[in-house]
């Protein structure tokens, strides 16, 4: 450990805003071109903006919470929160009525929301409703809400292209906040559940701030050395600028404020190409998708030191781009709750070793067992639930006290995620003990959704099972009982499907049933009781999958 580990973000911001200023820290793609932001702009533009947040009233330790997309206002804005001594919280809607960031705001006690008000089916013009505005002015409205009471102000970040107006309209004025200690909460994330029930997860700055030095020690990213490339989510923690605030590298990121491509995977391999790209991170399914363009990376010469991937189960066919594609692919095996737990690195040399699901050992600073229902622990080749155990564990769930048994004594944290240690003693993970399932970076619990789903129109009964996927591991089907005298068809539940989530989400996120399936009976256990993975078996079968 370094020195690092004693600082916050605050210390790490202005440390690389003043080392080399015109190093480039973030660059961001689109399909209007490229914008820079260098180190120094970084440093100016977040502490400008942490100025505009002090004239709102915003006080050390007070929650903002973020909707905003990749983008270079969003960096501003995130590190602009932290310079003003605040704790960001990531805002995503999935939700069509917005209740999801509704029900986080109020659970974190937020304080301000900041979004984009000419966003399209975006936080404010899906919550304003909720929302009484008091006052008003170019930057800033004064709002009140009672399914919100903490919320004061709504601060506008207008970040369309190519008129954005919001970088150019902060103020002269700049703040920087020291009043924070490493041990204070820094972030506050979502879990990838958020198409259900998410949890919130609050991080401090030391615990992130390991997390990253983690990261740079597994990857081996140095400073200006290494150029990185990211499709993940600024707000979540697989998103969160590791490498820059670790050790000032370069992060190469697509503008999402801006419609995207036609051939999204194309533009992907370019800026990679174009940039010089050593370390990217994808989800396999973009992986996937990219070798299999043998056009696209053939002719380039371009080949990348590692891929990072993570968030579903690796594949075999993932490794085929070993030697074409990178020399190696690090699989990470992590959570939201803890940051990386195990990772395997696969090269030439021992991709053939390789199998399903295969994760490794656990990495430096991380303690890993495997237990049975009794929480005690198996052996041998036995299935059992991970639990973990680290300094970076989150100090637990905000505003959910039915949670509390997911943190066992003695620091043990449960994932709920099923594994075993095969005879080489490398830990396999084979998925959610739950009913979840992993939707490419998302984990979907179904409840949600089914009940959602279940109003629509000629439906008796709805459950929302997992059938297997090449790409994103598991997709979503929809077994279906229709009402007596019903004529619905497979587009009608779609239809009503996609208007339940918001249609702002990126297809490959989307958490709209891929298949329907309809059924006479659902199959029962013994108890008499929906068995849903008999269920999903026959949905399997059905649909000959």
């Not at 000629?458 to 929809?478: F, M, N, S, T, Y």
Request: aromatic share 8%.
């Amino acid at each position: 450990m370094d020195e690092s580990h004693g600082q916050t973000f605050t210390d790490r911001i202005c440390f690389w805003g003043e080392t080399e200023p015109d190093t480039p820290a973030f660059i961001f793609w689109s399909k209007n071109g490229r914008h820079v932001l260098s180190r120094g702009e970084v440093l100016d533009l977040s502490s400008r903006f942490a100025f505009r947040l002090t004239e709102v009233g915003v006080q050390p330790g007070d929650v903002v919470c973020i909707s905003l997309p990749n983008s270079p206002e969003r960096i501003v804005v995130d590190f602009g929160v932290h310079l003003a001594g605040a704790v960001t919280m990531n805002g995503q809607v999935l939700r069509s009525e917005g209740q999801d960031i509704i029900e986080s705001m109020c659970k974190a006690k937020c304080r301000v929301l900041v979004a984009d008000p000419d966003q399209e089916n975006g936080a404010w013009s899906i919550c304003k409703k909720r929302f009484d505005v008091v006052s008003a002015n170019k930057h800033s409205s004064v709002i009140r809400s009672r399914d919100v009471p903490s919320l004061t102000h709504m601060v506008y970040c207008r970040a369309r292209k190519p008129e954005s107006e919001f970088l150019t309209s902060l103020p002269s004025d700049t703040y920087v906040s020291k009043s924070r200690k490493p041990t204070d909460i820094a972030s506050i994330f979502a879990t990838s559940g958020s198409s259900g029930y998410s949890k919130l997860v609050p991080h401090t700055h030391k615990a992130l701030l390991v997390i990253c030095h983690r990261l740079r020690e597994i990857t081996g990213i140095q400073g200006k050395e290494d150029i990185s490339f990211t499709t993940a989510p600024l707000g979540w923690i697989g998103g969160f600028p590791v490498y820059f605030l670790y050790s000032g590298a370069q992060t190469v990121i697509i503008d999402d404020t801006i419609g995207g491509e036609a051939d999204m995977l194309k533009f992907i391999w370019n800026i990679i190409c174009e940039e010089n790209v050593s370390v990217g991170g994808f989800a396999s399914f973009q992986l996937l998708g990219i070798f299999e363009r043998r056009e696209l990376w053939e002719s380039s010469g371009k080949k990348l030191k590692k891929i990072l991937t993570g968030g579903q189960p690796l594949k075999r066919e993932c490794l085929d781009a070993v030697g074409h594609l990178s020399d190696s692919i690090l699989n990470f095996y992590a959570s939201t709750e803890v940051g990386v737990i195990c990772v395997v690195e696969l090269n030439e040399s021992n991709k053939h070793e390789f199998k399903d699901n295969v994760t490794l050992n656990p990495v430096s600073g991380v303690e890993m067992r495997l237990v049975d229902s009794e929480l005690k622990d198996v052996s041998g080749e036995t299935r059992g639930e991970i639990v973990v155990r680290s300094e970076t564990l989150t100090v637990g769930y905000i505003g959910d006290t039915g949670s509390k048994a997911s943190f066992l004594p003695d620091g043990w944290f449960r994932t709920d995620d099923v594994a075993y240690v095969d005879a080489r003693g490398g830990v396999c993970v084979e998925g959610r003990s739950s009913d979840a399932i992993i939707h490419g970076a998302y984990i979907l619990y179904p409840t949600w959704l089914e009940e959602k789903l279940v109003a629509c129109p000629g439906v008796e009964q709805l459950v929302i099972v997992p059938v297997p996927d090449k790409l994103v591991h598991q997709e979503i089907c929809a077994c279906v009982k229709r009402c007596e005298g019903s004529l619905s068809e497979e587009e009608d539940i779609l239809h009503f499907a996609e208007a339940a989530v918001t249609r702002s989400i990126p297809s490959a996120l989307n958490v709209v049933p891929k298949y329907v399936v309809f059924f006479e009976e659902f199959p029962l256990t013994k108890s008499l009781k929906l068995n849903r993975k008999e269920l999903a078996k026959l949905a399997r079968e059905k649909l000959q999958l």
